[in-house]
């Protein structure tokens, strides 16, 4: 033990470092249980490339805001989209955290003011049926069809992303009937 000023304080450092030890724990603990609250990955099977012909079709929602100005459309790299599907997961969780993981994906790529983007028509698994991503029938619609749902609430979403920046912009989530 040692006196300073009358106060007597332990011979590990007292309050001060008490706290320097406490803020590290805390950090610790943090960072030791991100993984266990992190949002789930993707199934790649559950995400199609929207076939160029039809691409245009996921801009006609009809309980959300859709990207506006569109002027053509282009072809991401499979690594763009595999990169994007990384990142998306822990994107919807901080824009909604109320939507439920194991949703569906089409992703179109726009043109929009002169920037190549890709959007993201996003639905719950289901919406395709059951043997989503096996059947031949359910990939020709998910290529060549927007799904389009009103209302549906927030499992219903869009989003717009930018390879160059990582980064997702203008989700838009339907709304409630």
């Given at each position: 033990?040692?006196?300073?000023?009358?106060?007597?304080?332990?011979?590990?450092?007292g309050p001060k470092i008490a706290?320097?030890?406490?803020?590290?724990?805390?950090?610790?603990?943090?960072?030791?249980?991100?993984?266990?609250?992190?949002?789930?990955?993707?199934?790649?099977?559950?995400?199609?490339?929207?076939?160029?012909?039809?691409?245009?079709?996921?801009?006609?929602?009809?309980?959300?805001?859709t990207p506006q100005g569109v002027t053509g459309t282009?072809?991401?790299?499979?690594?763009?989209?595999?990169?994007?599907?990384?990142?998306?997961?822990?994107?919807?969780?901080?824009?909604?955290?109320?939507?439920?993981?194991?949703?569906?994906?089409?992703?179109?790529?726009?043109?929009?003011?002169?920037?190549?983007?890709?959007?993201?028509?996003?639905?719950?698994?289901?919406?395709?049926?059951?043997?989503?991503?096996?059947?031949?029938?359910?990939?020709?619609?998910?290529?060549?069809?927007?799904?389009?749902?009103?209302?549906?609430?927030?499992?219903?979403?869009?989003?717009?992303?930018?390879?160059?920046?990582?980064?997702?912009?203008?989700?838009?989530?339907?709304?409630?009937?």
């Amino acid at each position: 033990m040692r006196t300073d000023r009358g106060i007597t304080f332990p011979l590990w450092g007292g309050p001060k470092i008490a706290k320097r030890f406490l803020g590290w724990g805390v950090a610790l603990a943090v960072l030791a249980l991100a993984p266990a609250f992190a949002a789930p990955a993707l199934d790649p099977a559950t995400g199609f490339i929207m076939a160029p012909d039809h691409a245009r079709d996921l801009l006609h929602q009809c309980s959300r805001n859709t990207p506006q100005g569109v002027t053509g459309t282009w072809q991401p790299a499979a690594a763009q989209i595999a990169d994007l599907e990384t990142r998306l997961p822990s994107a919807v969780v901080q824009a909604q955290p109320d939507v439920r993981g194991g949703y569906g994906r089409q992703y179109a790529d726009y043109v929009i003011n002169g920037q190549k983007l890709i959007y993201v028509n996003a639905f719950p698994r289901g919406v395709l049926g059951d043997d989503f991503g096996k059947d031949p029938a359910v990939w020709n619609k998910a290529t060549h069809q927007a799904v389009t749902v009103c209302d549906g609430g927030h499992d219903f979403f869009g989003v717009l992303y930018d390879p160059e920046t990582k980064t997702f912009s203008h989700f838009a989530f339907n709304g409630f009937a």
